[in-house]
Every structure is written in C-alpha cells, then in structure tokens.
C-alpha cells in the first residue's frame, strides 16, 4: 500500500501528528527524526480559515516533501473542539487536494459520501476510520464496522479502541490476521505496545507525537525509531 510516495513495509509508515498548526519547524523535526508521512489534525487549529490552509498546507508540502493526511476529526471521535458538518466539509473541499489521504470516521454520516466522493475525484486515498475511547467492540461488532466501512468505499480502514483486558489486545490484533488495508491501534493503559508491535502483524500506519499526543499511550517519533532499531527494523 502506498500513501503518496510512502510506501508500507514491514512495520508500516510512521505519521507524525501535526496539531494545533501547520508548524514548519515541527514537521522538519518529524522528517529529521524518521516520520515517513504528517498527519495534518486541523481540528485542533484555532485558526481554521479555508484560504489560509491552503497557503499553509502547500508551504508544509514543500518544506517537509513529506505525505500528508488530512484530519478534521469530530467532536464525538476525539476533536476538543466541537466543529460543525458544514465547516468541516468546507474545510475538506479546500483542502484535500493538497493532501495524499483524507481520514474521515463512520459516524460522520451527513458527510462521509461527500468526503468519499472527493477523495475518489481527487484520487486521493479514502481512510474511514473508527475510535472508541472507552473500550473495544465486541467481534461482531468489528464485523460490522468494517463491513460499514467497506461500503463507504474506503482505501484503508482504521480502528482504534481502548483495551483493558488481555482479551482486547486479542481481539483487536486478530483483526490483523484478516486480508485487508488497516490500521489498528489499541489505547489505553498499557496500550504503547500495541504501536510497535501491531505494525509488524500488517497495521500500514502508526501515529507518534512530534507537537503533542493526540490519543492514550502514543508515543513520540524519536522513542519508535528508537525502539524499532533495538529490534533490528
């Protein structure tokens, strides 16, 4: 699987979070500390004026010459900020054609065909994704979302779901086992493991910090390399 020119390997790609602004100086930080693709989270923005990102986002393209995922994540699935449809696909509209994938959830009903259709029309890559922040649905229910998330047309499906027990770190790395495009990540305490290790079992993208964390147990670039080195990636 490729994201723009970053291709998967055998532990998949490290995306660095971006958060709070298209910050140049992080994203070179990112790039010199070994992250293969940005992860854009324009919900964390304060300012979030559609013509002023696109300057932004093409001055972060050229300077890193790193992918991008364009992130505008809902209230429900982990923005500290409420921000509404129309906004938010305003903000799609304008800014997915200076990204490489656009992460959308499942639950963004009202625009995940909007969305879907212009990552299509763009070429882009289309990940629909899944979050849980209080723990982990049950096999049948991982049926179901990425059945949901088939049918929406996704590129490559992301779930991830707060584990408490041994039996969710299973069920969730089982999911690994399955011939298909996804990211698994598991939150939680104790949940860091899970992003080093789920890579090996297939997962295509493990999220670091390089500004800030953005969900339980990430870790920061500079640990994964780290830690991927001790074990001989």
Excluded: W
């Amino acid at each position: 699987m490729k994201i723009g020119e970053a291709s998967t390997g055998k532990t998949g790609l490290i995306c660095a979070v971006i958060v709070n602004s298209v910050d140049l100086k992080a994203a070179g930080r990112a790039k010199r500390a070994g992250a293969d693709i940005l992860e854009v989270r324009v919900d964390t923005f304060k300012e979030r004026d559609p013509e002023a990102l696109k300057v932004e986002l093409a001055r972060l393209k050229k300077a890193s010459k790193l992918p991008i995922i364009l992130t505008i994540r809902s209230k429900k699935e982990g923005s500290a900020v409420n921000i509404g449809d129309s906004e938010r696909l305003a903000l799609f509209m304008a800014l997915i054609p200076l990204s490489e994938a656009v992460d959308i959830e499942l639950s963004s009903k009202r625009i995940l065909r909007k969305v879907a259709a212009l990552a299509a029309s763009f070429r882009k890559k289309l990940i629909i994704s899944y979050h849980n922040f209080k723990s982990s649905p049950t096999k049948a229910g991982l049926q179901k979302i990425l059945a949901g998330a088939e049918e929406a047309g996704a590129d490559i499906i992301k779930i991830a779901a707060t584990a408490r027990k041994t039996s969710d770190f299973k069920r969730l790395a089982g999911l690994l086992m399955l011939d298909k495009d996804l990211i698994v990540i598991a939150m939680g305490d104790g949940s860091a493991a899970s992003r080093v290790f789920f890579p090996f079992l297939g997962s295509l993208v493990t999220y670091a910090s390089i500004t800030g964390t953005t969900a339980p147990g990430q870790l920061n670039i500079s640990d994964m390399k780290r830690i991927y080195k001790i074990l001989g990636d």
